[in-house]
């Protein structure tokens, strides 16, 4: 954690400081919880009294807040937006330890960048390419054919399989899973025969998976993340789906084969996503949602509900049902 003054703070974040611009910073917390060397944020004029009444010795906050007496405030257009800025400087990450760990195994035609880290337990398998200052962290499996690209973090035990492309300054967490076959099978003289998954995944920059997340590979072709798509913990993203670009998909959704989403789109957690369903850019679909086979959500009001539907519409259909459930109880 690194200690600095509410002044230098700023600075380094491109805003002013006004007040004590002495105050020593060297942590972050909630309003509420906040001591008086800590950061924190006022999100809005909703919370300026908060503000006032925290002990942190430094906030975040939008023009026009008054802080409490001896508060240095950093004046921000988009408090949380910076605050997030400011945890980056406080707790920067550990720094990479350049090299390959004699416990680890590099195939002898893989192509490791000298600044990068390789951890003890991680295989690297035939022609994959690490690129500059990218951390493996240790037991990750590394297929054949891989690149990753520069600035990389990738946490213990996660696996990538053969021939998948990482872009740059992407983060997988542990226990993910790029790159393993669809589920793709034929019912055939009474049985399923699996049919071979030859295509490939492919994720931009700035992409980070998190942990226990899986992204199959495509039947033929490619699955696609897009640059600065962000997906949580234990998201599943079937063979041939293709993700634009900064969209945010939350906890436990799956979305099933061939699934297209745009740019910038919302998918909230426990989502569920038939085949070839198409969510166009900047749409938002709530969390617990169904979208059927085939589905297009268009961009505009949120959906809800299973199948999804128009929020306005979802909350309606509510309404009437407890108004019905109301008068079935009355007779």
Same mark, same amino acid.
């Given at each position: 954690?690194?200690?600095?003054?509410?002044? &230098?703070?700023?600075?380094?974040?491109?805003?002013?400081?006004?007040?004590?611009?002495?105050?020593?910073?060297?942590?972050?917390?909630?309003?509420?919880?906040?001591?008086? &060397?800590?950061?924190?944020?006022?999100? $809005?004029?909703?919370?300026? &009294?908060?503000?006032?009444?925290?002990?942190?010795?430094?906030?975040?906050?939008?023009?026009?807040?008054?802080?409490?007496?001896?508060?240095?405030?950093?004046? $921000?257009?988009?408090?949380?937006?910076?605050? +997030?800025?400011?945890?980056?400087?406080?707790?920067?990450?550990?720094?990479?330890?350049?090299?390959?760990?004699?416990?680890?195994?590099?195939?002898?035609?893989?192509?490791?960048?000298?600044?990068?880290?390789?951890?003890?337990?991680?295989?690297?398998?035939?022609?994959?390419?690490? %690129?500059?200052?990218?951390?493996?962290?240790?037991?990750?499996?590394?297929?054949?054919?891989?690149?990753?690209?520069?600035?990389?973090?990738?946490?213990?035990?996660?696996?990538?399989?053969?021939?998948?492309?990482?872009?740059?300054?992407?983060?997988?967490?542990? !226990?993910?899973?790029?790159?393993?076959?669809?589920?793709?099978?034929?019912?055939?003289?009474? #049985?399923?025969?699996?049919?071979?998954?030859?295509?490939?995944?492919?994720?931009?920059?700035?992409?980070?998976?998190?942990?226990?997340?899986?992204?199959?590979?495509?039947?033929?072709?490619?699955?696609?993340? %897009?640059?600065?798509?962000?997906?949580?913990?234990?998201?599943?993203?079937?063979?041939? $789906? @293709?993700?634009?670009?900064?969209?945010?998909?939350?906890?436990?959704?799956?979305?099933?084969? %061939?699934?297209?989403?745009?740019?910038? +789109?919302?998918?909230? !957690?426990?989502?569920?996503? %038939?085949?070839?369903?198409?969510?166009?850019? @900047?749409?938002?679909?709530? $969390?617990?949602?169904?979208?059927?086979?085939?589905?297009?959500?268009?961009?505009?009001?949120?959906?809800?509900?299973?199948?999804?539907?128009?929020? #306005?519409?979802?909350?309606?259909?509510?309404?009437?049902?407890?108004?019905?459930?109301? #008068?079935?109880?009355?007779?």
């Amino acid at each position: 954690m690194i200690r600095l003054t509410a002044g &230098e703070l700023a600075a380094k974040l491109g805003l002013n400081c006004c007040g004590p611009s002495e105050r020593v910073v060297c942590g972050a917390a909630s309003l509420g919880e906040a001591a008086e &060397e800590q950061l924190a944020f006022v999100g $809005s004029a909703k919370y300026f &009294e908060a503000g006032r009444a925290s002990k942190a010795g430094t906030v975040v906050a939008p023009p026009g807040y008054e802080p409490a007496e001896g508060q240095a405030v950093i004046e $921000s257009p988009q408090p949380r937006a910076h605050f +997030a800025a400011a945890l980056g400087v406080l707790y920067p990450l550990t720094t990479t330890a350049a090299g390959v760990h004699p416990a680890a195994f590099v195939d002898p035609t893989a192509v490791v960048d000298p600044t990068a880290e390789i951890g003890p337990g991680v295989r690297i398998g035939p022609n994959s390419r690490i %690129g500059a200052r990218t951390r493996v962290l240790h037991g990750t499996s590394i297929g054949a054919g891989v690149v990753v690209g520069d600035d990389c973090l990738i946490y213990p035990r996660a696996s990538v399989y053969d021939r998948v492309l990482i872009g740059s300054r992407c983060v997988l967490h542990s !226990g993910c899973v790029i790159g393993a076959d669809g589920f793709g099978f034929e019912f055939s003289a009474g #049985r399923f025969h699996k049919v071979p998954q030859v295509g490939t995944v492919e994720i931009g920059d700035d992409v980070e998976i998190g942990a226990n997340t899986c992204v199959d590979r495509a039947a033929l072709g490619v699955t696609v993340i %897009g640059t600065g798509t962000k997906l949580d913990n234990m998201v599943h993203i079937a063979h041939n $789906s @293709r993700i634009g670009k900064h969209v945010v998909i939350a906890a436990q959704t799956g979305l099933a084969g %061939g699934v297209t989403i745009g740019d910038y +789109a919302i998918v909230g !957690g426990q989502v569920g996503v %038939g085949d070839k369903a198409r969510i166009e850019s @900047r749409a938002v679909v709530g $969390s617990g949602a169904g979208i059927l086979t085939s589905k297009i959500v268009r961009a505009g009001e949120p959906v809800w509900g299973t199948p999804a539907r128009p929020l #306005r519409q979802y909350l309606a259909q509510l309404a009437t049902l407890a108004r019905l459930s109301k #008068r079935k109880g009355g007779t």
